[in-house]
C-alpha cells in the first residue's frame, strides 16, 4: 500500500522553519505544508533581493511559501537574517548557509591553520550563532502551551559524529555543536511540556548537490554513472542511497504530529530511523538510509 501524508495532521498548527529557501528547509516547510499546517518560511533569499545570503543562487522564500500553499498548507515568507538579532526579534531550525565556506573536498582534512580563518569562523556563525539566536526569540512563544517542538536541523548524529572527524575542525565543531543543543534546550524544555530533537538527514539530494552533478530530480540516478562524459564528476555509489529533502521534512512533520513527541526529548535521530517509526516515504516511495548504506 502506498504511504500518502494526512492533510490535516497539523492543520492549525504554525511552524517556523528557518532556512526554508532551499535544501533541507525547503523540504521540511514543503512536508509541514502537505500536513496541513501555517508555515513561515523564512531566509534571505527573497524577491526583493539575496538580503545578506551567502549563496548565489535563484531559489526565495517566497517560492517555498507558494509550494506550501500548493500542497495544501499555508505559506508565509518572512526574509530574515538569522545572524540579525533586530531581525530575528521582530519575526518572532535549519540553519547553516555555510556550504560554500567549508570548502571544496580538496581541502577537508587539512590541518587547521591551513584555512582561511575569517571564513571558517563565519561557519561557527551560520552554524552555531543563528541556532541560539533564533531560539532566543522563539523559545518563549513555544512554551507558552504544552506540546511544542524544536527541531535542531544537522549532518550526523550523535553517535555518528562523536566517532567520526567531519571535513574540517570548524564545520566538526558546528555539526556536533548543533547535536548538543537539541540535548541542552531539551533539558530546559521538557519541564514546560516542550521536547527538542536534533534530525541530521542522510545524504541530501539538494538544489546545490544536483547542480554539483549536473542532474535534476527527474533523473539523479544518471550522476551514479562511471563513464559519464558530460564534463561533471560521477557520484559516489552510496549516492544511490541518497534522499530528497522532504523526506526529512516528512520526519519533522511526522514527530510533529504524534501526541507523545516528547519520547524523543534530547535524542539525535536520522530521517531513516524516524521513517521506520511511524511508516512515512520519500516522494519515490522510498525509505533511503544514507548512513547505514
Given at each position: 500500500?502506498t504511504?500518502?501524508p494526512?492533510?490535516?495532521?497539523?492543520?492549525?498548527?504554525i511552524?517556523?522553519?528557518?532556512?526554508a529557501?532551499?535544501?533541507?528547509g525547503?523540504?521540511i516547510?514543503?512536508?509541514?505544508?502537505?500536513?496541513?499546517?501555517?508555515?513561515?518560511?523564512?531566509?534571505?533569499s527573497?524577491?526583493?533581493?539575496?538580503?545578506?545570503s551567502?549563496?548565489?543562487?535563484?531559489?526565495?522564500?517566497?517560492?517555498?511559501?507558494?509550494?506550501v500553499?500548493a500542497?495544501?498548507?499555508?505559506?508565509i515568507?518572512h526574509?530574515?537574517?538569522?545572524?540579525?538579532t533586530?531581525?530575528?526579534?521582530?519575526?518572532?531550525?535549519d540553519?547553516?548557509?555555510?556550504?560554500?565556506?567549508k570548502?571544496p573536498?580538496?581541502s577537508?582534512?587539512?590541518?587547521?591553520?591551513?584555512h582561511?580563518?575569517?571564513?571558517?569562523?563565519?561557519?561557527l556563525?551560520?552554524g552555531?550563532?543563528?541556532?541560539?539566536?533564533?531560539s532566543?526569540f522563539?523559545?518563549?512563544?513555544?512554551?507558552?502551551?504544552?506540546?511544542?517542538?524544536?527541531?535542531e536541523i544537522?549532518d550526523?548524529t550523535?553517535e555518528?559524529?562523536?566517532?567520526?572527524?567531519?571535513l574540517?575542525?570548524?564545520?566538526?565543531?558546528?555539526?556536533?555543536?548543533?547535536?548538543?543543543l537539541?540535548?541542552s534546550?531539551?533539558?530546559?524544555?521538557?519541564p514546560?511540556?516542550?521536547t527538542a530533537v536534533?534530525?541530521?538527514?542522510?545524504?541530501?539530494?539538494?538544489?546545490?548537490?544536483?547542480?554539483n552533478?549536473?542532474v535534476?530530480?527527474?533523473?539523479?540516478r544518471?550522476a551514479?554513472?562511471?563513464?559519464?562524459?558530460?564534463?561533471?564528476p560521477?557520484?559516489?555509489p552510496?549516492?544511490?542511497?541518497?534522499?530528497?529533502?522532504?523526506?526529512v521534512?516528512?520526519?519533522?512533520?511526522?514527530?510533529a504530529?504524534?501526541?507523545e513527541?516528547s519520547?524523543?526529548n534530547?535524542?539525535?535521530?536520522?530521517?531513516?530511523?524516524?521513517?521506520r517509526e511511524?511508516?512515512?516515504?520519500d516522494?519515490?516511495?522510498r525509505?533511503?538510509?544514507?548512513?547505514?548504506?
Amino acid at each position: 500500500m502506498t504511504w500518502r501524508p494526512d492533510p490535516d495532521a497539523l492543520r492549525g498548527r504554525i511552524a517556523v522553519v528557518a532556512g526554508a529557501t532551499r535544501g533541507a528547509g525547503h523540504g521540511i516547510a514543503a512536508a509541514l505544508g502537505e500536513a496541513g499546517a501555517t508555515v513561515i518560511c523564512t531566509g534571505r533569499s527573497s524577491r526583493r533581493g539575496p538580503g545578506g545570503s551567502d549563496y548565489d543562487r535563484p531559489e526565495t522564500i517566497e517560492e517555498t511559501a507558494e509550494l506550501v500553499d500548493a500542497l495544501g498548507g499555508r505559506g508565509i515568507a518572512h526574509r530574515v537574517d538569522h545572524l540579525d538579532t533586530e531581525q530575528v526579534g521582530a519575526l518572532v531550525n535549519d540553519l547553516w548557509g555555510a556550504e560554500v565556506l567549508k570548502g571544496p573536498p580538496s581541502s577537508w582534512g587539512h590541518p587547521m591553520w591551513q584555512h582561511d580563518l575569517d571564513d571558517r569562523l563565519r561557519i561557527l556563525r551560520l552554524g552555531v550563532d543563528t541556532h541560539l539566536i533564533t531560539s532566543h526569540f522563539l523559545l518563549p512563544l513555544l512554551v507558552t502551551r504544552p506540546g511544542g517542538l524544536l527541531v535542531e536541523i544537522t549532518d550526523g548524529t550523535t553517535e555518528y559524529n562523536s566517532a567520526n572527524y567531519r571535513l574540517s575542525v570548524f564545520y566538526d565543531l558546528a555539526k556536533c555543536a548543533v547535536d548538543r543543543l537539541a540535548f541542552s534546550h531539551g533539558h530546559g524544555l521538557a519541564p514546560l511540556g516542550a521536547t527538542a530533537v536534533a534530525l541530521t538527514p542522510g545524504w541530501l539530494r539538494s538544489q546545490m548537490m544536483l547542480d554539483n552533478y549536473g542532474v535534476t530530480e527527474a533523473d539523479w540516478r544518471t550522476a551514479l554513472n562511471p563513464r559519464r562524459s558530460d564534463g561533471y564528476p560521477a557520484a559516489p555509489p552510496g549516492f544511490a542511497n541518497s534522499e530528497t529533502p522532504r523526506f526529512v521534512g516528512r520526519a519533522v512533520a511526522a514527530i510533529a504530529a504524534d501526541p507523545e513527541s516528547s519520547r524523543w526529548n534530547q535524542r539525535s535521530l536520522t530521517s531513516a530511523t524516524v521513517s521506520r517509526e511511524y511508516g512515512f516515504t520519500d516522494v519515490d516511495g522510498r525509505r533511503p538510509d544514507g548512513w547505514t548504506g
